[in-house]
C-alpha cells in the first residue's frame, strides 16, 4: 500500500494550488482519509478529513472556506484544492487513509508529504 501526494511547489500569496494523492495497493474509495500539514517547528495539523461514501467533509477553521477536497474513484486520487493561499498555509502537505478527523492514531497509511511554499 501506498500514498503518493504530488503538486507542491512554490505560490505567490492569494494564489491557488491543487494537490494530489495517489493510492495504489488501497481501494481508496472504501476508507476515510485526510489532508495534514506540517510547518517548520510546528505539529503536525488536520486541515481536512474526507469521507468518500458518505461525501462528508469536515474542515478546519483555518482553511474552511479557502480549501476543497475531492475525490476520484476511477484515478484512486483524493485531491485537495487550495485557493486565497497566504503564507502561513507553508507547509508539508501529507494525506492518510483510515482516518478522517484529527486523531492520527486512527490513520493506518500516510504518504510522504509534498512541500508547499507560499511567498508574500
Known amino acids: 500500500v501506498s500514498l503518493v501526494e504530488s503538486g507542491g511547489g512554490l505560490v505567490q500569496a492569494g494564489g491557488s494550488q491543487t494537490l494530489s494523492c495517489a493510492a495504489s495497493?488501497?481501494?481508496?474509495?472504501?476508507?476515510?482519509a485526510a489532508w495534514f500539514r506540517q510547518a517548520p517547528g510546528k505539529e503536525r495539523e488536520f486541515i481536512v478529513g474526507?469521507?468518500?461514501?458518505?461525501?462528508?467533509?469536515r474542515y478546519a477553521d483555518s482553511v474552511k472556506g479557502r480549501f476543497t477536497v475531492s475525490g476520484d474513484d476511477a484515478k484512486n486520487t483524493m485531491f485537495l484544492q487550495m485557493n486565497s493561499l497566504k503564507p502561513d498555509d507553508t507547509a508539508v502537505y501529507f494525506c492518510?487513509?483510515?482516518?478522517?478527523?484529527?486523531?492520527?492514531?486512527?490513520?493506518?497509511?500516510w504518504g510522504q508529504g509534498t512541500q508547499v511554499t507560499v511567498s508574500s
Open positions: 492518510a487513509a483510515g482516518c478522517s478527523t484529527p486523531n492520527e492514531a486512527l490513520c493506518y497509511y
Open positions: 495497493g488501497l481501494p481508496f474509495g472504501n476508507y476515510p
Open positions: 474526507f469521507n468518500w461514501r458518505l461525501h462528508t467533509t
